[in-house]
Nanobody
Framework: QVQLVESGGGLVQAGGSLRLSCAAS????????MGWFRQAPGKEREFVAT????????YYADSVKGRFTISRDNAKNTVYLQMTGLKPEDTAVYYC???????????????WGQGTQVTVSS
């Protein structure tokens, strides 16, 4: 049974950077594709990025392409989201999630972390 815990969120000025981490427990971590989603107050949960369980394939939402990078270290049971060039519209709670294959819809994920808040000021 894999459990996910996000960390690394916080307050940053526009144009700044943050790196989010998602630590997983469980020996089967390397067999899961991983994704990042975000949800702002009053809005639906939005896809951000996904990575295959071997780490060789990634896909990003158009809104974050060129600014965010997803990566994973299976030896450490951890997935990362490196965020640069942050904008106020990136403000949201960010969630990591696990799926059998890398997909871009929330319904494809069957395990979720508790979320970490990212706030980008003007």
């Amino acid at each position: 049974q894999v459990q996910l815990v996000e960390s690394g969120g916080g307050l940053v000025q526009a144009g700044g950077s943050l790196r989010l981490s998602c630590a997983a427990s469980g020996r089967t971590f390397s067999r899961y594709a991983m994704g990042w989603f975000r949800q702002a107050p009053g809005k639906e949960r939005e896809f951000v990025a996904t990575i295959s369980w071997a780490g060789g394939n990634t896909y990003y939402a158009d809104s974050v392409k060129g600014r965010f990078t997803i990566s994973r270290d299976n030896a450490k049971n951890t997935v990362y989201l490196q965020m640069t060039g942050l904008k106020p519209e990136d403000t949201a709670v960010y969630y990591c999630a696990a799926a059998p294959v890398p997909v871009v819809v929330a319904s494809g994920y069957n395990l979720w972390g508790q979320g970490t808040q990212v706030t980008v000021s003007s």
